[in-house]
Structure formats: C-alpha cells, structure tokens
C-alpha cells in the first residue's frame, strides 16, 4: 500500500470519527433543547463546512448506497410491527404508488420549466425527491407521541416508497445515459421485477436468518449475524438485478415481527445494545454529512446556476403541497385512519413526509457521463437541489413537527401512555403469579423458593403497597450491587481470582444489574 493510499485511509477514518463526535455532542444538546438531532445535525455540518480552512468533502455514491443505507433501513423496518402493517397497507400502498408518481410529475415538471435541466434530466430529479426518507422519518419519529396506528403508516410508506421512486430513478438515468426515451409499459415491467423480487429475497433472507438463529445461544454470534443480515439483504438481491431497498425493508419488517421468537433476553438486550450504537453512529455521520455536502456543491456548481435557493424554495414547497392534497382523501377515505379528525391528520401526515439519506444517496450515484463519454449537463445542479431541499424539509419541517403534533390535538397523552403500560405490567404480574401458584399446587419445585418469588410479584400488585417502597428496593438492590463489583475489583486488584473469573462473575452481576433475573 503506497504512502498516498494509507494517508487517504487515514483521512477517510479521521472524517468519520470527527463526524461521529460531531453527532455525540449534537445529540447531547438537542435532548437538552427538546430538538431533534438530525435537523441539528444537518445545521451543525453547514455551519462547519463554511468553516475557513474545513476541507471540501466529497462522498463516493457507494459508501451511503452500501455502507450507510442497509443498516440504518434495516433498523427502522424492525421498528414496524407486521400485524400493525396489515391494518394500514391500504393507505400506504395508496402513498407509497399515487403519490410518488405523482410527486415526480410535478417535480418534473418545475424544473423543465426553472431550470435549465433537460427534460430526462428533470425527470431524474422529479425521481430523486419523489419518496420520503425512512432514516429520516424513523429519527424524527421516535421523539412524538402519535397514536401507534398514524406512527405506523407514516413510518411504512417512507419504508416501501422507496421501491417506486428506486424504479422511476434507474428508469430515468437509463434514459439520460443513453440519451433514449422512456418506455411506460417497460417502467411497469422493470417496477414488478425490482419490487417482487426484492420482496423475495427479503423473504427467504428473513427466513434463513430465523432459522439461524434459533440454532445459536451465543449472544455474540446473534449480534454479528443481525449486523451481516441487511447487508447480505442488499448484496444479494443487487446481484440478481432487484430492489436491495425492498429487499432490506422487508427482511426487516419480517426479522422484527420474529426477533422476539427466535432469542431469549440476553440475546435480545446484548443486539439492541449494539445495533443502537451502530445506527446512531452512523445516523450521526449521514445527516451531518447532508450539511458538509450542501456548501462543497455549490462551489462546484459554477456560474449560470445563481438562482438555485429560489429553486430549491419553489421545490420544497411543492413537495409539501403536492403531499397534502394527497394525503387528503387518502386519509379521510381510508378505513384505519377515517376515525381521526381529517385536518389534523393531513397536517401531521403531511409534514411528516421529510427527505433525507434516500434522495442523497440516489442522486450521488447518478453517472457522470453519458453513453458516448460525455460529462451529463445538469448533473451538478441536480445535486446541488436534492441537497438543499433535503437540508430544508430535515431543519424546517424537522424541527417544527413536534410542536406541530402537541397542537394537532392527536399527541397521545402521557397519562393515557401510563396507566395502558401498568395495565401490561399488572397483566404479566398477574400471570407470574397465577404461574408460581400452579407449581406451589403441583409441589414441582422448592416451596420455599416459589413462595419467596412470589411474595416479589404479589406486593406489585397490592394496591396497598408504596410505589416509593419498591423504587427504594430497586435502589437498595443497586447500592448493594455496587458494593459486590468494588469488592470483586478489589480480589481481581489482589490476584486472588483470575481475569477471566472476574469477567465471568462482573457479567453475572451487570445481568443482575439490568433486571434480567426476576
């Protein structure tokens, strides 16, 4: 490896790593400020990026495509719940189809006639921001109380839109690649064959993982094998020529809706624990990069493109006005969500439709020259709109969504949340006890044992017993904790047990710790 290959090595990795706590101090601030992290984070990468002196930052089409994309879209699927899906397809089949192509049309259509962008190249563009972004949408979701059922329709079509827009945008940069027309009975046949078979692949892929992992009792192995999964998603369904999107999205729907089946509890929270570092890592670094990228762009952009912010303005808005009037009737039509007062929800389900990583990564990967070797007219310019209209809808859209959801009068209330999760926690307390009953009959188990068990479970469920009591256990139960860890790191300090007896006895204490055992 020569010197300039191992310094553009060490460069990537100090980009990333800047990035990284770049987003660990952004989302430290927005969780104090009630703000969310991405529209943060893509303001913080602006403000950074026209830094004197910062570098200009260029990201290869297929570090998002590869790298970024199939984890983070892999996590938001898992977040969907199958049987919640079922109750919403209509809608979202609805949006997910009508409403991208709708979207590019009249996207389309705007920039033939703002900008000096040919008519294919326009259609590119149309294609680009025609699907809102899962990434996106899932961030800024996680921060609203929304009824589950409103959370899962928005949440699923920015899942499953992406495989129209997927369709439109291959369809349309085949076209200004090869300087032909675009064929509407080859677009329908190109959209079944990439939609389809990504969804079998996603299936089989799912399917094969389940199967895996119902075999494995290592938590460490699980961990790797749901790190590789949407990965493998993706490389196999692009190496047979369909969606890797739908294919990672539905793998992840299905991977979520079985997770719980297939591993026990250590499992479950070691995966978790991990998958959480890994996409908030990388979330950090996507959303960031939106703002680094915008100012390097416009740089490169070159003269006769001045008007770009008013185009990008004009753009933005239609997006948001071309989605409210067909979330309209979509809505108030809809069996699921026809129970909900119209207005608000058009204006929720509206405003909800943010862009983000998808359209960035799609419009990084348009080719830079066409059939005949020649640099494609308009490409930069397509960049530079895609990238500002996605930094605005994540800042504009992103950060007045909450406040938008509070006054929308849908925002379920905190006290409502409550008492249905003490209802399940009274429910489960309730079938432990039943459980511990059975056995204390049957004389399976020691009687001593299941009596102290459950006394633990029945004194949760006497309404006569304080709340404050049980929170003072808990805390009595950590100090007591505590001090076992001190005294086992003062006999690993005295080599009175070996290292690996200390890992072993800490992890049984860090179980303990994290309520694992009952």
Request: glycine share 8%; net charge neutral.
């Amino acid at each position: 490896m020569s010197r300039i290959e191992v310094w553009l090595m060490v460069h990537a990795v100090g980009i990333v790593v800047m990035l990284v706590v770049l987003g660990t101090a952004v989302a430290t601030f927005a969780g104090r400020w009630g703000i969310p992290a991405p529209s943060l984070l893509v303001l913080a990468g602006i403000v950074v990026a026209l830094v004197p002196g910062v570098p200009a930052i260029h990201v290869a089409p297929d570090v998002i495509a590869l790298v970024v994309l199939p984890p983070l879209l892999y996590a938001s699927a898992e977040e969907i719940s199958a049987r919640d899906l079922r109750r919403v397809w209509v809608p979202v089949t609805v949006l997910a189809l009508g409403l991208v192509l709708a979207t590019a049309a009249v996207i389309a259509s705007l920039a033939l006639a703002l900008t000096a962008l040919s008519g294919a190249m326009a259609f590119v563009l149309g294609a680009v921001l025609a699907s809102t972004d899962p990434v996106a949408v899932t961030a800024l979701g996680r921060r609203l109380s929304l009824p589950a059922r409103i959370q899962v329709l928005v949440q699923s079509e920015s899942l499953f839109n992406d495989a129209t827009s997927l369709v439109l945008f291959k369809v349309a940069v085949a076209a200004v690649v090869a300087g032909g027309s675009v064929s509407l009975a080859g677009a329908a046949g190109r959209f079944l064959l990439l939609a389809g078979g990504g969804i079998a692949v996603g299936l089989a892929l799912a399917a094969s993982v389940a199967l895996v992992r119902t075999r494995t009792t290592d938590p460490v192995l699980d961990t790797v094998i749901a790190l590789v999964a949407p990965y493998a998603a993706y490389l196999l369904a692009e190496s047979v020529d369909v969606s890797g999107v739908t294919a990672v999205v539905v793998a992840g729907v299905a991977a979520g809706s079985l997770g719980h089946r297939v591993s026990d509890a250590r499992t479950r929270l070691h995966v978790q624990t991990v998958y959480a570092v890994v996409v908030f890592g990388l979330e950090s670094v996507v959303f960031a990069l939106i703002g680094l990228e915008l100012p390097t762009l416009v740089r490169d952009l070159g003269p006769g493109n001045s008007w770009w912010p008013g185009q990008a303005a004009v753009l933005a808005a239609a997006l948001i006005g071309i989605r409210m009037l067909w979330v309209w009737p979509t809505t108030a039509w809809a069996g699921p969500t026809r129970r909900y007062p119209t207005w608000p929800l058009v204006r929720v389900v509206t405003w909800s439709g943010t862009r983000g990583v998808m359209p960035l990564a799609a419009a990084l990967s348009i080719p830079l020259v066409a059939a005949d070797g020649t640099p494609l007219p308009g490409r930069g310019l397509v960049l530079v709109l895609t990238t500002a209209v996605v930094a605005a809808t994540l800042t504009v859209q992103g950060l007045s969504l909450a406040g938008m959801v509070k006054t929308s009068g849908l925002a379920v209330a905190t006290e409502h949340a409550a008492a249905k999760e003490q209802a399940a926690l009274a429910a489960m307390n309730e079938a432990a006890v039943a459980y511990l009953d059975e056995l204390a009959a049957v004389g399976a188990v020691n009687a001593v044992a299941v009596e102290r068990l459950r006394q633990r479970y029945a004194e949760r469920l006497d309404p006569q017993t304080d709340a404050g009591l049980l929170d003072d256990l808990a805390a009595l139960r950590r100090d007591v904790l505590s001090v076992q860890s001190e005294e086992l790191r003062r006999l690993s300090a005295q080599e009175q047990i070996s290292d690996g007896m200390r890992r072993r006895l800490q992890a049984d204490l860090d179980r303990r710790e994290a309520g694992l055992d009952a």
